[in-house]
């Protein structure tokens, strides 16, 4: 799912490098995402990694760490747990045990209408004891600390780029006064798919979420 929202209408506009799709519906690739936390019982502030400015796709937005699921990992039991895995210690150099837990937060599905389509697993992990975050300046070219609610002031300013299922996310995290009180509500929660549709409306794409008026 890759929708900026920009301007001061707060409309859905497509991420650096995406493209609308007015053909036939693309298959959504499998992905997965890690939202890592730190603060324990006293505090909550996730990790977010800056992309390349120079890539293709999403050029300089900041996102949780994470990507699609490799061949090896989809023909392997839980594909989705192993791929996020990967994705964290890849573009943040964080490595989870296995014994880590990974708790499935969210599930966004891009819209038909986007070229690209992800069908994407949120998962919420706690930063391991010792470990500190980094990026190889390839990919992922910095890294910050937020608690979310700085997060959604620093897009909001302008200050920092997002895409939308990022600022959703956060919204969803914002109440939540520490790491502990959000894992606990989140362990053994229900988890369904959302996946926006994208109306045009002239030359303007909208973007309108499940239960809105126009889905």
Known sequence: MVITVT???RLPRPAPGERLN?????VPRQAATVILLRGGAGSLEVLLVQRSP?????GGVWVFPGGAVEQAEAEADAP???AARRELREEATIELSPQSELVLFARWITPAMIATRYDTFFFLA????????RVDGGECVAHRWYEPSTALAAYASGELPLVFPTIKQLERLA???SVSELLQSA???EVGPVQPKVIVDGETPRLVLPGEPGY
Request: charged share 35%.
């Open 54 to 58: 120079q890539a293709r796709f999403m």
């Open 175 to 177: 109440p939540f006064r």
């Open 7 to 9: 301007g001061e209408d």
């Open 126 to 133: 706690e930063l391991p004891a010792g470990q500190e975050a």
């Open 80 to 82: 989705h747990e192993l």
């Open 22 to 26: 007015l053909g036939e519906e693309t």
């Open 187 to 189: 362990r053994g929660r």
